[in-house]
């Protein structure tokens, strides 16, 4: 809903895609409406130091927040970036931060170095080592060159506690080339961590003996390495990421509960069973990136020149779905969605009706197809 030149939404759901799309499209937005009729109204905590990061990151922003916290009004300015420090909320974790910086950095003035402190691992947000393993590579495909792009775990730290730093540098970029990317791949080898803080080291050996299990069944290229980290707070977790042959990465993890009277300890070996069988089931979906990097994904191909960007991806995430409805709203771009046809995966026994039937490897796939915008870095070119 647009009145006077801005966007208005109600509601909390997807402050972030909201407020990373006005800051790149400079369009003013109001959000009204948030968490009217709960117990404690308005902005949460992580949402307040989100914006505090935009601010920090943007110059000339206009942030104008009522007395109650339940409407929001952005008025985005340029987009700077630089060398900068955020201390980030210890109720979600840093990868709630980082998902929009992704989006952000590679169209600030300077070259983005900043330093985020927090929960680096918890059951809700990506996790650094998700983040790492995932997007990074989507990143470094995207910028065609490792060069200062990076992101660094310098100290983990699990929640309540918190206590983690990690550290982010990307380069800027002027335009994004168009792009096909239609083949994933076949999965050649498996790799991942395993974390723990403040557990005895043998937790790790359990969970990687329990994740190699139902790896063995598939392939044997399987390595995991171990980081046993001294952090303010008790956990353990296990961070896999499927390599194919055509250089997508498919991630996924499990981690045990936080320490609470109210919840139920977790055995070591259930967690490196579920994370296991959960990247099991993005290989299953499928597509040339996994389900985290979906609306990454989605927004280069907008932003790159005036040509056609084709991408293969697994069934749609209810937030990529929702973050295409919001690319819809901010820069007038629908995509053209077509269901994936792979003619190497039918086999026909000669019987007509054998040829009528489609066999998969997998989930049904979908081809998404839209013309870039030509979106140029502005702030690159001002002094």
Same mark, same amino acid.
Request: aromatic share 10%.
């Given at each position: 809903?647009?009145?006077?030149?801005?966007?208005?939404?109600?509601?909390?759901?997807?402050?972030?895609?909201?407020?990373?799309?006005?800051?790149?499209?400079?369009?003013?937005? *109001?959000?009204?409406?948030?968490?009217?009729?709960? !117990?404690?109204?308005?902005?949460?905590?992580?949402?307040?130091?989100?914006?505090?990061?935009?601010?920090? %990151?943007?110059?000339?922003?206009?942030?104008?927040?009522?007395?109650?916290?339940?409407?929001?009004?952005?008025?985005?300015?340029?987009?700077?970036?630089?060398?900068?420090? &955020?201390?980030?909320?210890?109720?979600?974790?840093?990868?709630?931060?980082?998902?929009?910086?992704?989006?952000?950095?590679?169209?600030?003035?300077?070259?983005?170095?900043?330093?985020?402190? +927090?929960?680096?691992?918890?059951?809700?947000?990506?996790?650094?080592?998700?983040?790492?393993?995932?997007?990074?590579?989507?990143?470094?495909?995207?910028?065609?060159?490792?060069?200062?792009?990076?992101?660094?775990?310098?100290?983990?730290?699990?929640?309540?506690? +918190?206590?983690?730093?990690?550290?982010?540098?990307?380069?800027?970029?002027?335009?994004?080339?168009?792009?096909?990317?239609?083949?994933?791949?076949?999965?050649?080898?498996?790799? +991942?961590? !395993?974390?723990?803080?403040?557990?005895?080291?043998?937790?790790?050996?359990?969970?990687?003996? !329990?994740? *190699?299990?139902?790896?063995?069944?598939?392939?044997?290229?399987?390595? @995991?390495?171990?980081?046993?980290?001294?952090?303010?707070?008790?956990?353990?977790?296990?961070?896999?990421?499927?390599?194919?042959? *055509?250089?997508?990465?498919?991630? !996924?993890?499990?981690?045990?509960?936080?320490?609470?009277?109210?919840?139920?300890?977790?055995?070591?070996?259930?967690?490196?069973?579920?994370?296991?069988?959960? %990247?099991?089931?993005?290989?299953?979906?499928?597509?040339?990136?996994?389900?985290?990097?979906?609306?990454?994904?989605?927004? @280069?191909?907008?932003?790159?020149?005036?040509?056609?960007?084709?991408?293969?991806?697994?069934? %749609?995430?209810?937030?990529?779905? &929702?973050?295409?409805? &919001?690319?819809?709203?901010?820069?007038?771009?629908?995509?053209?969605?077509?269901?994936?046809?792979?003619?190497?995966?039918?086999?026909?026994?000669?019987?007509?009706?054998?040829?009528?039937?489609?066999?998969?490897?997998?989930?049904?796939? %979908?081809?998404?197809?839209?013309?870039?915008? +030509?979106?140029?870095?502005?702030?690159?070119?001002?002094?």
């Amino acid at each position: 809903m647009a009145s006077e030149g801005e966007l208005i939404y109600e509601g909390s759901n997807f402050f972030r895609q909201r407020l990373t799309l006005a800051t790149l499209c400079g369009k003013p937005i *109001k959000i009204k409406n948030i968490r009217t009729s709960d !117990a404690e109204p308005g902005l949460k905590e992580y949402e307040a130091s989100f914006i505090r990061l935009l601010d920090k %990151l943007c110059n000339g922003s206009q942030i104008v927040v009522n007395d109650t916290g339940t409407s929001v009004l952005y008025k985005p300015g340029i987009l700077m970036g630089g060398q900068l420090d &955020h201390s980030c909320s210890n109720q979600r974790a840093i990868g709630y931060y980082l998902e929009p910086l992704f989006m952000l950095s590679p169209f600030c003035k300077n070259p983005v170095i900043i330093t985020l402190t +927090g929960v680096t691992n918890n059951k809700v947000d990506p996790s650094i080592d998700m983040i790492r393993t995932s997007m990074l590579p989507v990143m470094k495909k995207f910028f065609g060159t490792d060069d200062e792009l990076s992101l660094k775990l310098v100290k983990r730290g699990l929640q309540p506690g +918190g206590g983690g730093t990690v550290t982010f540098t990307c380069p800027i970029r002027r335009t994004f080339r168009s792009f096909q990317w239609l083949e994933s791949g076949r999965v050649k080898r498996i790799r +991942g961590v !395993a974390y723990s803080s403040r557990v005895a080291p043998a937790v790790t050996n359990r969970m990687l003996d !329990a994740a *190699k299990k139902v790896f063995a069944t598939f392939l044997t290229d399987v390595y @995991f390495t171990v980081d046993n980290a001294k952090g303010k707070s008790p956990g353990f977790g296990l961070c896999t990421v499927a390599e194919t042959n *055509k250089g997508s990465y498919l991630s !996924a993890e499990s981690i045990s509960n936080p320490p609470s009277d109210d919840v139920d300890i977790r055995l070591p070996e259930d967690i490196g069973q579920e994370a296991a069988w959960r %990247l099991l089931e993005e290989i299953y979906r499928g597509g040339c990136v996994d389900s985290l990097c979906q609306p990454l994904v989605l927004l @280069f191909m907008i932003l790159t020149s005036k040509d056609i960007s084709k991408i293969v991806l697994g069934p %749609l995430t209810p937030y990529s779905i &929702h973050f295409l409805r &919001h690319i819809r709203d901010f820069f007038q771009v629908t995509f053209k969605i077509d269901e994936y046809q792979d003619n190497a995966d039918l086999f026909s026994d000669g019987d007509k009706e054998a040829e009528e039937k489609e066999f998969r490897c997998g989930e049904k796939k %979908l081809v998404l197809t839209c013309v870039g915008i +030509g979106y140029t870095n502005v702030s690159k070119g001002q002094i």
